[in-house]
């Protein structure tokens, strides 16, 4: 005799959806953006913010952009361009909630509230303070203390809202560690209560500038510098005359073209997955063979990145742009709005375990 089958399995009741990881970051504003930005942050953001599983806060560094930046026109000007660069990108705002940093006062109540659990000894050995406090010696200046505590202000942006992921560039992950030890401290203190967050690194894209062997942008200047806001026209002008050395690169092993920038340009490209051709081959025969002038090479490359994300990314910002500066305030008070719902509460709650009485706040 068989075994009686066994009895059917009720039907499968649906998984409850797991609840949405969130995350966060924040940009310092600073003027017109660039491949390197795009490449090495917001498209990230994007791609972030277009997953299911994730509910991203994305916002501008305004407090933090105070620690260096002086002239109180340009920042007013560059906040509203980096809401701008964020939905060029292809950050949705009504999916990722996009807000302005000041306008969360909590945040700053958040950060007094960590300062009183960190050292000083703490903030010295600090990479990015070291680095800044030199330089600024080098010019005969001595470092503000908004620059010193610069790091607990960042802890503050982080555990306000609970945010469990921490899209930074990889120099920022000292500022994360931080972060994180500063929410272990604080629920060893008052009980477990702050989210541990985990650093989350995007995916690092180093662009060469159009003109020697430095990053695009900050050490290279306007003319190695490919702005996204240029037109194809302008863009193709700047790459057309940058400098290369066909003779250098002739001279390199086969392995490495990316001695010539543009070599690196197309590297990057290839990192990307978008070239159709799958490796650098053909950079790598076409240049050390001569089948091609540099003018071929590069204008290959920038038809890539054009098809690839250039224009897309100008059309969005023009679409943005045509809406007027109306549209992008009320993206930012919305966002405002949405997330300082999610940090004041989150705060709030950090004051009372602390010892603070939020009543009559
Ligand atoms: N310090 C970051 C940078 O320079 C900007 C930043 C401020 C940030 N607050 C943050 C990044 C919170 C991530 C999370 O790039
Ligand atoms: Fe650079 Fe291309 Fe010219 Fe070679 S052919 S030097 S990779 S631009």
Redesign the pocket.
Known sequence: MSAPPPPALPPEAPAPAPKPKVALSLIRATGRTHLGNYLGATRSFAQLSAREDVRCYFGVATLHSLTTLSDPRALKRDIRGVVVDFIAAGVDPERAVIFDQTAIPETLQLSWLLSCLTTAGRLERMHHWKEKKDKLAELGQAANVGLFTYPILMAADILGPAADLVPVGEDQLQHVEFARDLALRFNHLYGDYFRVPTFLEREAVRVPGLSASGKMGKSEGDKATLYLGDSYEAQWKKIKVAP???AR?RLQDAGH?DR?N??GI?KVLTHLGLHEEGGMEW?TD??TQAK?G?AV??KRALDVMEEGFLREIRERRAAVEARGDGYIDEVIREGNERARARIQPVVLGAMERAGLITRWV
Do not use: F
């Open positions: 290369t050395d066909p690169v073209p010539c543009i070599g197309h950079v076409g240049c091609w540099c090479c590069k």
